[in-house]
Nanobody, 127 residues
Framework: QVQLTESGGGSVQAGGSLRLSCAVPRDITHRFSMIAWFHQAPGKEREGIAAIVTNSLYTFYADSVKGRFTISLDDLNKVLYLQMNSLKSEDTGQYYC???????????????????WGQGTQVTVSS
């Protein structure tokens, strides 16, 4: 069973930074076509905020995080990162790492096509 494990969540004041990590399996390029970060705010649906195509390292970002967050893949150390800067109170919530093990069929931010998920890590931003 392939697993993804997030870490790095915590509490921070608005304007601060956090870096989330997601441990990914070996040979990620062959296992997954895309890997992404999703955010679920309290009482809201899960939304895709950043994704990376594993064989090209092409990235996608939601408008809400563009210019503030950076997704990156350290293939040597098998870690997916999400660097979060200029955090806002609306960034509060659970953050999930997710991957597509088959072909990319839908819009990158559509959670329906992601079939491997981590357990999530909590981020709280206080104003």
């Amino acid at each position: 069973q392939v697993q993804l494990t997030e870490s790095g969540g915590g509490s921070v004041q608005a304007g601060g930074s956090l870096r989330l990590s997601c441990a990914v399996p070996r040979d990620i390029t062959h296992r997954f076509s895309m890997i992404a970060w999703f955010h679920q705010a309290p009482g809201k649906e899960r939304e895709g905020i950043a994704a990376i195509v594993t064989n090209s390292l092409y990235t996608f970002y939601a408008d809400s995080v563009k210019g503030r967050f950076t997704i990156s893949l350290d293939d040597l150390n098998k870690v997916l990162y999400l660097q979060m800067n200029s955090l806002k109170s609306e960034d509060t919530g659970q953050y999930y790492c997710a991957a597509i093990s088959g072909e990319i069929r839908l819009l990158w931010s559509n959670p329906e096509q992601y079939d491997v998920w981590g357990q999530g890590t909590q981020v709280t931003v206080s104003s």
